[in-house]
């Protein structure tokens, strides 16, 4: 029997086609669904309690045709040949979501959200919005899936991962900022000995208007899943040995050759740690940007391609855990899950004028400009946020967790210990995005971008790496590619 | 003290380059061996750079500590210590690290362990000031070996370190910690070696 393409969407996601029978009902359009988002709704949701909403063409009768949901025994053909004579659009796609039923728990995200967004549960009256991801970010990314419990479930069951066997038996009660920059400038001058050139060790001054956009457009809805080709292009195997200049650089092969390079962002202020952090960095063949303090970090993390920060949890000016927390509600006013949020025409003023679509009459959802990240197809997932302190009292990780971290990892970081973490974290950016993973892995042909892979590959060399620590953003549309490489080369 | 000195870093100056396993009550060897793993095959540019740079941030960290001491401003001697502490730290130097820490609790109100308040802020002074003179002396000590560990002769470095020293009101005192420690190291040394 012939097959019909039906346009589906999550809330904020890009629109993607499922293929059903042309006599399917919505019933079967939503096994359809789960299949489609196996890394979001299908993890959590069982094909019968996911919701399909309609929503009228645009100037047809709203009376006629009212934007409703879908009853899990309509012929889907003839409700679309109803609302969307003539073959539904790509605009016009169903948006299917995960079922209203969810606690709407006060995310931790909100202690320093002082901006207008609507309460979750408003949302409930038409349409959920996806409580799971936006409630518990990290959980995806983790793969420590909890439901929609909200962020601390997850973390706990992070916690018990991240039990470090690292001696520091430090103990520390106190969370100051260290308003020292003079002694980090100071710092900066002396420590120039050893190492020639480092990403970029000072703080980021201004973030670029249009910071690096992430191709993973949004605007080619077949690409349900945007994993950064381009750091997926890592040339790992081929490169790495020649330009490692030392013997312990030779990886047992797990982290050359199995996962995908990952960008970390390390914020720490003090400049000794920051260089070690640097050179461990350099070690794993990862790329990575430097700041010194929190505001930094959220300004930096903001331009979007970064899956790891390592957080110092004391720091000046703005400490690690607002950082994250800000980090988090950034992430979740933003709409960012594991899916992209990106929705075409909206990358350029960060805004979404349709966000969600049915709730256009109400503002209080819309993100301030403020808020709002200059370019959504920059972030694919929620980051991977770790704790660095030296501390080891369980309450200052529960603290930190509590924040929004995903991880902790004790100071001095052990070396062994934080390759095993970036394995892993790397491990899990490869879950999220299979597609992508594949791709780097070569399973796949990436036949449109072959002539940016050329250039992936150059940025992307563990030379480029050392030099400027380069974010190398994932590419797939070649609208953006030149953006994209100017980007690189700014400091 | 100063004829001390001088034998010592001669002692040490004869012999071939100090091991870190002879300070193993100074550093930490698998948080440094680690820096150390860090360089590359011929030089030791990286980790001489880390520890190099770490002497210019502990003595900038302890003339800010004296001064915010005789200010009293108890909380910027906090985050110098959280600061300090750190790096001494990952430079797996418990023994910094852990007058740091402290350094960093009572700066805080805290007793030396951070679980107890203490509300007087004079105690809180008054440990601080003594901590710091500790801390002084342990980091010394490591300075000491580390600068041998790379292979600088030492004795220029003593006039540099008593600067600071000879605007507190306690010198002899400290003076004397210092030695006595430096005694003990001496003593130690032959069974080591």
Known sequence: MARRRVWVKRSTGSATLVSCLENAIVDELRDQVI??????????????????AITPREGSDVQAYPKRLLGPEEVLSSVLDIYYPGGQTIKEALVTDAPVIWTAKPSPHRSVCNHRHSEPGEYSDCFPQIPLNKNAPS??????????????????????????????????????????PGMLSQALGVVDCGVPTYSQPSPAVSAPTMPRP????????????????????????PHEKSHDPSPHAAFDGLIAGTVPPINVLIVEDNIINQKLLEAFMKRLNVRWKC????????????????????????????NGLDATKEVRRL?????????PKTVPGCSVSGINPTFPPWKESKHRHFLSEEDALADRSMFHSPTVIVALTASSLQSDRQEALTAGCNDFLTKPVRFPWLKQKVTEWGCMQALIDVDGWRKWRGFMDSSPISSESASIDNEASPLQVGNNGGIVPPMKDENFSTKTEENQMQP | MAPTETTKAGGYSKSAPPKLSDVKELIDEGTFEQILEMDDDDDRDFSKGIVY????????????????????KLEELSQLGHFLK?????????????????????????????????????VSLKKIDTTLKEVKVEYTKVEKFL??????????????????????????????????AEEKVKKAEPTKK
Not at chain 1, 331 to 339: A, D, Q, S
Not at chain 2, 147 to 166: A, D, I, L, T
Request: aromatic fraction near 6%.
């Open chain 1, 139 to 180: 959980a995806l990314v983790t793969g420590v899936l909890t439901s929609e419990a909200g962020p601390n479930p997850s973390m706990n069951s992070i916690l018990t991962v991240d039990d470090s066997p690292l001696p520091s038996p430090v103990t520390s009660g106190i969370r100051h900022t260290i308003d020292s």
């Open chain 1, 35 to 52: 299949l489609k988002f196996a890394n979001s709704l299908g993890r959590s949701f069982d094909s019968p309690d996911i919701v399909t």
């Open chain 2, 53 to 72: 740079g770490f002497f210019d941030q502990a003595h900038n960290t302890f003339d800010k500590m004296e001064a915010a001491l005789k200010d009293k």
């Open chain 1, 291 to 318: 700041v010194a303090d929190g505001e930094d970090a959220v300004r930096k993390w903001r331009q979007g391609g970064f899956h790891l920060i390592l957080m110092d949890i004391q720091l000046p000016i703005m």
């Open chain 1, 331 to 339: 992430e979740w006013l933003n709409g960012i899950g594991v899916l």
């Open chain 1, 214 to 237: 992430l191709p993973a457009p949004a605007v080619s809805p077949q690409a349900r899943t945007h994993i950064p080709p381009a750091e997926v292009a890592t040339p790992r195997s």
């Open chain 2, 147 to 180: 600068r041998r560990y790379y292979g600088e002769e030492v004795k220029e470095e003593e006039p540099k370190k008593e600067q600071p020293k000879k605007e507190e009101p306690k010198k002899e005192e400290s003076k004397k910690e210092e030695s006595r």
């Open chain 2, 86 to 122: 750190g790096s001494s730290a990952t430079l797996g130097l418990t023994n910094v690290k852990d007058a740091c820490e402290k350094i960093q609790h009572y700066g805080a109100g805290k007793d030396e362990s951070g679980s107890t308040d203490e509300p007087d802020e004079k």
